[in-house]
């Protein structure tokens, strides 16, 4: 409320009283009532009274608030809560200034949104009075030209949903709603917006029941679909489940593998979505593929799980007469204008339960059960498949005769020299094949993709990982070198070293972006492109940049920074760059790899062998 206003030489200027509770003291209460315990934070004019609750909360409610997380680019800030989301499950806040800073989340926003990851991001707003008539009135040039006239529609496309915090009274409920749409499925980014008098606003002080703001119960499979499916899986010759998303749930890789040792001779695809979805030294696994491989060609019955896209069909796609069903938590991806994969049936469901019901149902069923103890030849064959294929991605991981090194060798050689249970944060871009091949990630939770195509994720996220593992986790960043360049690494390593986040970071420097020469040969094959050099085609980066001396630079100097051309100085430096990350000290590795491809001629993914 205004106590008084003073009139100063025709000028009025707004005096108030101190105010015990406001709108931004019920805003951060609301966080922590409802389970998010940090806000990545990017301030500006519109945060009077965020900086004051903040500041109380400090001096008042040591570990009853949000820690607070400076980040000095807001695309690290949402790329950081989007890691921590990604590894816990639990949402996280991110704090940005009304549109610039909102604009400033960029591509952070879309990875968030394909990537399925939980946050809510509130933003200011312009204030709207502009004569000091309520407290948080106009005080600033600033506030005539940041007003926009919807500012939600910066990122509404990408959300889960958006609103405004329009009185202070119901900012609580309004948060609560917010972060039930981010946490159900399809999980995703939030956006509310709040004015700067809305905010300000003094109201009673009151609390929420946490229990009555959970997300949406998980939906299960009619048992009419359990019966078709398990009998579908079970009689086929050659079963296929195809996923993407569904090791976000931790515990699904686990029911993932008791489906395909229930019905002997299911291969499991992950396609990458995020997280590791199925432990890929299972005879069981195809591997890691963006929507292209020989097993998708051959399927009789393929059951597509939390998957985004399958299969390429210009590239790779099943048989006519193959049967598909779908499970998802988004089967119709709302957000995709086009989507129209062939599909028998479809089921909006939590792909956990769907997958534990089907498992139960065949064990449970004498003629199913009957049915597969007869499949021992399909699950030795299997075994004979997976060894050729682990025989035939060993024989890629060594150096070349000069003492050059490619990506799987590189890999190879992380995967032996870190921690068993390292959480990698992958965003390796065209290499992604070689380095899921050569990682082989088993164990839930440890290999985290970024999630959509917005360059430059990993390098928060990794951040974000980090925070939520604690110190008893190795986590270890391998980005590509374009990548890092957009991942803002003057942002990202100073952040590492002011709150203590050791991570690894593994640059792979094979000078430039290869993703849009390969997009030009899938499509002119033979033109002009084809022929020219990565020079020709503006995506070369020679001659390169000193990365880890760039990560040096933003940590203060307080970071292991090396390079390594060869593989006698990779033997050399890894082993240090992991001790001094033990020690507490990040590390960047900027691996320079065997020509502009980063890999040797007539190098090639692997597929199932058969």
Not at 54 to 60: D, P, S, V
Not at 236 to 245: D, H, N, Q, R, V
Not at 291 to 310: E, N, Q
Request: with cysteine; net charge neutral; hydrophobic share 40%.
């Amino acid at each position: 409320m205004i106590s008084f206003l003073l009139f100063i030489n025709g000028f009025r200027a707004p005096q108030y009283r101190f105010l015990s509770y406001t709108a931004s003291d019920a805003f951060f209460e609301s966080l922590w009532e409802l389970g998010v315990t940090y806000c990545f934070v990017n301030l500006g004019s519109d945060h009077p009274s965020i900086l004051e609750s903040i500041t109380k909360a400090q001096n008042e409610k040591k570990g009853q608030s949000p820690r607070i997380i400076t980040c000095p680019n807001e695309m690290v800030a949402l790329s950081m809560a989007d890691g921590y989301a990604r590894l816990t499950g639990k949402p996280q806040c991110v704090l940005v200034h009304v549109d610039v800073g909102t604009q400033g989340l960029g591509a952070a926003v879309h990875n968030a949104s394909c990537g399925r990851a939980p946050v809510l991001i509130f933003a200011g707003l312009s204030p709207y009075t502009c004569d000091g008539e309520l407290r948080g009135s106009r005080t600033e040039y600033i506030h005539w030209i940041q007003d926009v006239p919807d500012q939600k529609q910066i990122v509404g496309q990408y959300c889960r949903y958006t609103g405004e915090i329009k009185r202070g009274v119901n900012v609580k409920q309004m948060v609560g709603r917010a972060l039930q749409f981010a946490t159900s499925a399809p999980q995703g980014p939030v956006y509310l917006v709040g004015s700067r008098e809305a905010m300000e606003e003094e109201i009673p002080e009151y609390k929420l029941k946490p229990e009555h703001w959970g997300p949406i119960g998980a939906a299960a499979l009619p048992d009419s679909a359990v019966k078709m499916i398990a009998e579908a899986l079970v009689e086929a010759k050659e079963p296929l489940l195809i996923t993407g998303y569904s090791g976000r749930n931790h515990a699904a890789p686990g029911e993932l593998v008791k489906l395909a040792e229930t019905v002997k001779g299911l291969r499991v695809l992950d396609t990458g979505g995020s997280d590791m979805c199925f432990p890929s030294n299972h005879r069981a696994s195809v591997g890691l593929r963006y929507g292209v491989d020989d097993s998708i060609k051959t399927a009789d019955v393929i059951l597509i799980v939390d998957c985004d896209v399958p299969w390429i069909p210009t590239q790779c796609k099943p048989k006519e007469s193959t049967r598909i069903i779908h499970l998802d938590g988004d089967p119709l991806k709302q957000q995709m204008p086009v989507f129209y994969y062939p599909a028998e049936a479809r089921y909006k469901v939590d792909c956990f339960t769907a997958i534990k019901q089907l498992h139960e149902y065949i064990n449970a069923n004498e003629a199913l059960t009957n049915k597969v103890s007869t499949y021992s030849d399909r699950w030795d064959k299997l075994r004979e498949i997976h060894n050729k294929r682990i025989t035939t991605i060993r024989e890629l991981a060594v150096p070349g005769k000069d003492g050059h090194y490619n990506a799987s060798y590189l890999t190879a050689a992380i995967r032996k020299a870190v921690p068993e249970d390292t959480i990698f944060a992958i965003e390796a871009v065209t290499s992604t094949g070689f380095v899921a091949d050569q990682i082989l990630p088993r164990l839930p939770g440890t290999w985290i993709n970024c999630g959509g195509g917005g360059l430059g994720w990993s390098g928060g996220g990794a951040l974000g990982i980090k925070l939520a593992a604690g110190d008893k986790k190795f986590v270890c960043n391998i980005v590509g070198d374009g990548t890092f360049l957009f991942s803002v690494p003057g942002s990202v390593y100073w952040i590492s070293q002011r709150y203590k986040l050791p991570v690894l970071t593994i640059v792979l420097n094979n000078q430039g972006w290869n993703a849009p020469k390969r997009s030009l040969l899938l499509v002119h094959p033979d033109g002009a492109g084809s022929k020219a050099t990565n020079e020709d085609l503006n995506i070369s980066f020679a001659p390169s940049p000193d990365y880890a001396g760039i990560a040096k630079a933003a940590a203060g100097g307080n970071l292991w920074a090396r390079q390594a051309s060869t593989a006698k100085q990779l033997d050399e430096l890894l082993p240090e760059a992991i001790e001094s990350v033990k020690n507490g000290i990040g590390a960047v590795l900027d691996a320079h790899l065997d020509g502009p491809q980063g890999k040797y001629p007539g190098e090639k993914s692997v597929t199932l062998v058969r």
